[in-house]
């Protein structure tokens, strides 16, 4: 029977603790691709560890693949490594190792456009500057940075569930992500101190975190709203200001 593999939520407990990754210097946000390369799902994997072995994010594995939440994966289910291609995943003939496969000649495909309407009142998830924009198709650019001083209050910026609070993906520093429906994720990076648990609900506004630099050069908010586990532009459907 196939054993369905519930990512983001109680299974990100694995190893989270030990295997962040600081970014020195403010280093970029990347994964690091590997084109031509795909794994394996095994019984027992997570998406969380087959990123983490792969030095790759979690959230850049999921859109690779095309992996919509909940973010499920199934032994026997091959993972690309690298973006584009066409169809996502697909199920492998045979478990086992991790298997090459042939380079995908077209051209990396751009993330779905998002419905035109959201179905939440987006509110800014802190105050400060904004000091980086989101860029469509570029790994390093997912989100928005917003610029401030450490403790200040980090806020969810719709209701939701918390399905991720913890320091192990790559490049974010102490994380949280909220699960707003099936279809909406806002992710909030280099907090100072968390202030929200898995599986805690919370309403807009409401302070889930404290803005730091965990990850990052100096103190700051790395915000995303994903759609179908695609980024999407914050600043298209949070409030001007």
Request: with cysteine; aromatic share 6%.
């Amino acid at each position: 029977m196939r054993i369905v593999v519930l990512v983001l939520t109680a299974l990100l407990l694995v190893g989270c603790g030990s295997s962040r990754v600081v970014r020195e210097g403010g280093a970029a946000r990347t994964s690091t691709p590997k084109p031509g390369q795909s794994v394996v799902v095994q019984r027992g994997d997570t998406l969380y560890r087959i990123a983490s072995n792969n030095g790759i994010s979690v959230l850049d594995l999921a859109t690779w693949n095309s992996i919509p939440p909940p973010y499920t994966i199934y032994p026997g289910q091959r993972l690309r490594l690298y973006p584009g291609g066409r169809g996502g995943s697909v199920a492998a003939s045979s478990g086992g190792t991790r298997q090459p496969v042939q380079p995908t000649q077209s051209a990396p495909q751009p993330p779905a456009p998002p419905p035109a309407r959201s179905p939440f009142q987006w509110q800014w998830p802190t105050d400060g500057q904004l000091i980086a924009r989101y860029v469509a198709n570029e790994p390093t650019k997912q989100g928005i940075d917003i610029a401030g001083t450490g403790g200040q209050p980090v806020r969810a910026a719709a209701d939701g569930v918390v399905v991720y609070s913890g320091s192990g993906l790559v490049g974010y520093g102490e994380l949280i992500i909220v699960k707003h429906d099936e279809q909406w994720l806002s992710a909030y990076g280099h907090n100072r101190t968390r202030r929200v648990n898995e599986g805690e609900r919370v309403r807009a506004g409401q302070q889930i975190a404290e803005m730091g630099r965990s990850g990052a050069a100096r103190d700051m908010l790395h915000f995303e709203i994903r759609y179908n586990g695609k980024p999407v532009d914050p600043l298209s459907y949070l409030p001007a200001r």
